[in-house]
T-cell receptor, first 113, second 116 residues
């Protein structure tokens, strides 16, 4: 069965520091992978997605993610975090048949001044 | 372009009462999703519509939850009777044309339900 694991429930980084959020997936075929961000009281916003091709994908707000098939991972990175990046981040894998998304449990990012 | 609209934004009810949530997707989006997001968890798909037909309702607790999308546009999700464990944020999403996973889902702000 398809599943997504985000090992870190909560991460705190200092403003200006680099960030990496981990995501591991379980999927039988070529995975379709997504990262969404959810700010308090807001809906989920798509940061980036990977379907095929270049394994390093660029997203909005300066985020990028790298697909590593050998590690079943799709980690999200940002070189320099801003206070406005404080939010909850969700990794998801998509079903090729119906478009259904299966989400991880999320990682809450706190940014220290 | 207007986003996905949901109402109400917040609802507090007693257990065993009924409640309904409304969603209006982005204009022209054929596919509509309802997700349940329990505190500390990621969203879980409850039901997916393509136009006014159900594509996937495998995780919808059908003894108490129901959903409809009669004219293929807006949708209503109902819970009757509510249980304490139904306390969650209910998210609506839509995309066009929809059945391909490559079609980006756009999410509404959600309805936060508290069952006392």
């Amino acid at each position: 069965a398809q599943s997504v694991t985000q090992p870190d429930i909560h991460i705190t980084v200092s403003e200006g520091a680099s960030l990496e959020l981990r995501c591991n997936y379980s999927y039988g075929a070529t995975p379709y992978l997504f990262w969404y961000v959810q700010s308090p009281g807001q809906g989920l916003q798509l940061l980036l997605k990977y379907f095929s091709g270049d394994t390093l994908v660029q997203g909005i707000k300066g985020f990028e993610a790298e697909f590593k098939r050998s590690q079943s991972s799709f980690n999200l990175r940002k070189p320099s975090v801003h206070w406005s990046d404080a939010a909850e981040y969700f990794c998801a894998v998509g079903s090729g048949n119906t478009g259904k998304l299966i989400f991880g449990q999320g990682t809450t990012l706190q940014v220290k001044p | 372009e207007a986003g996905v609209a949901q109402s109400p934004r917040y609802k507090i009810i007693e257990k065993r009462q009924s409640v309904a949530f409304w969603c209006n997707p982005i204009s022209g989006h054929a596919t509509l999703y309802w997700y349940q997001q329990i505190l500390g968890q990621g969203p879980k798909l409850l039901i997916q519509f393509q136009n006014n037909g159900v594509v996937d309702d495998s995780q919808l607790p059908k003894d108490r939850f129901s959903a409809e999308r009669l004219k293929g546009v807006d949708s209503t999700l109902k819970i009757q009777p509510a249980k304490l464990e139904d306390s969650a944020v209910y998210l609506c999403a839509s995309n066009q044309p929809g059945l391909a996973v490559t079609d980006t889902q756009y999410f509404g702000p959600g309805t936060r339900l508290t069952v006392l």
